[in-house]
């Protein structure tokens, strides 16, 4: 009996930007979407992972990230939600100050402040962050 090699899990290469206030992880959710996520997405081509963190969180909370602070926290390797069985996904996050007003834009439908007990409100790669950065002491 001959077995055929499964072929690999579809793996989604993302980005995120992380900003706490006050103990609470910003998060967003587009419509129609059940669970939270981080404002971010995929790299466009050519872009770094601080250009497209960049990109992504003027799309789609209206900030300009400040180029010179932008800083790797974690990468996560998880679940992929919403996705095909076996799908993962490795999110970059990265923090960096920023200038303007956290605003929706674009498709997000909604933003909120998540701490450590509402996680189950997020995705999964986002309740791995969440975790971390609670034993950090860094979301409450």
Not at 21 to 27: F, I, K, P, V
Not at 67 to 87: K, L, S
Not at 111 to 139: M, N, Q, S, Y
Request: proline share 5%.
């Amino acid at each position: 009996m001959s077995s055929t090699p499964s072929s690999p899990a579809a793996v989604i290469d993302a980005l995120a930007w992380v900003h706490v206030r006050e103990g609470r992880l910003l998060c967003v959710r587009t419509a129609g979407v059940d669970l939270f996520y981080l404002p971010g997405g995929k790299r466009e081509p050519g872009e770094s992972d601080e250009e497209a963190v960049a990109r992504e969180a003027r799309e789609e909370v209206s900030v300009v990230l400040r180029p010179d602070t932008v800083r790797r926290v974690a990468v996560i390797d998880e679940v992929a939600h919403a996705q095909a069985p076996g799908t993962r996904v490795r999110l970059s996050c990265h923090t960096a100050e920023y200038d303007g007003d956290i605003a929706v834009d674009n498709e997000i439908a909604d933003l909120a402040w998540i701490g450590f007990a509402e996680r189950d409100r997020c995705a999964p790669a986002v309740r791995r962050l969440i975790e971390l950065l609670h034993a950090e002491g860094t979301v409450r």
